[in-house]
């Protein structure tokens, strides 16, 4: 059954945090990798995830394979995060039009990571085109904030 996002995690997600796009292989073994922006459909139960692909062919391997996907969306100033799990719907290269959308998102992050002292020169290095947008079916969201609840689903929880 597809999770609906509320508005608060909508515009969490949608902005310049961190975020992490974790798979498996057919003998379980994992991959991880950095995406490159997000965005949430209007239904709120799917989520579109940018991945460039200078650094994804292992990635997009193993959702082609199983279509298993597990996201970490994570804010660099204060640690909330939370994890998406869901399953593959779609795995398309980004078009022309989504890379405004990416270069926002990579001002963003960059801003957020100089929160922290990383020099955005540094940060805008990270590969962020071309990519693919990988569209996914969400079916759990976890809070992974640290401390107490980290690991609980976030419907078990207060979503404040």
Not at 7 to 32: C, H, K, M, N, Y
Not at 77 to 93: A, F, N, S, Y
């Amino acid at each position: 059954m597809a999770e609906e996002l509320s508005d608060d995690l909508i515009a969490f997600v949608e902005s310049g945090v961190s975020i992490q796009v974790g798979t498996r292989d057919s003998t379980l073994v994992p991959e991880a990798l950095r995406a490159v922006g997000a965005r949430v459909s209007a239904e709120r139960s799917e989520i579109y995830v940018y991945v460039p692909d200078a650094t994804s062919a292992r990635t997009l391997a193993n959702l082609r394979d199983n279509g298993r996907i597990a996201v970490c969306f994570s804010r660099v100033e204060d640690h909330r995060t939370i994890q998406v799990k869901g399953r593959v719907l779609e795995l398309e290269p980004a078009q022309d039009a989504e890379r405004e959308r990416i270069d926002a998102y990579r001002a963003e992050f960059a801003g957020n990571l100089a929160f922290v002292g990383l020099p955005p020169r540094l940060s805008f290095r990270i590969s962020s085109w071309p990519c693919h947008r990988v569209r996914f079916v969400v079916e759990t969201i976890w809070v992974q904030t640290p401390g107490p609840g980290a690991g609980d689903p976030l419907r078990a929880r207060s979503t404040s």
